[in-house]
């Protein structure tokens, strides 16, 4: 299982960016997709998560300016990040709950990673 993200970049204070994160691979089911985040000296925090039914959950400090999505049938999140401000510079990593397609084991996988930086 392979994620990709994509959608990182250098925005304004008060700006928007929009990120990506497309799962692939031998997949059977995924259960959870989401979006933690790491700034430096800092522990990796969640962002926003969904699950299959449209549930969600989000980062305190992120709650009312992001926005998660998913689209099961692409097996692709996305993260609508609004009024950016300089404390959400980090870097972003996808996060997926997968239920492989063989085995029907239930994995945790990571993206690699895509760099968010606000410029104040």
């Known amino acids: 299982v392979q994620l990709q993200a994509s959608g990182g970049g250098l925005v304004q204070a008060g700006g928007s960016l929009r990120l990506s994160c497309a799962a692939s691979?031998?997949?059977?089911?995924?259960?959870?997709m989401g979006w933690y985040r790491q700034a430096p000296g800092k522990p990796r925090e969640l962002v926003a998560a969904m699950g299959s039914g449209g549930d969600t959950n989000y980062g305190d400090s992120v709650k009312g300016r992001f926005d998660i999505s998913r689209d099961n049938v692409k097996k692709t999140v996305y993260l609508q990040m609004n009024s950016l401000k300089a404390e959400d510079t980090a870097v972003y990593y996808c996060?997926?709950?997968?239920?492989?397609?063989?085995?029907?084991?239930?994995?945790?996988?990571w993206g690699q990673g895509t760099q968010v930086t606000v410029s104040s």
């Open positions: 996060n997926a709950e997968v239920v492989l397609a063989i085995t029907r084991r239930i994995g945790d996988y």
């Open positions: 691979g031998s997949i059977y089911r995924i259960d959870v």
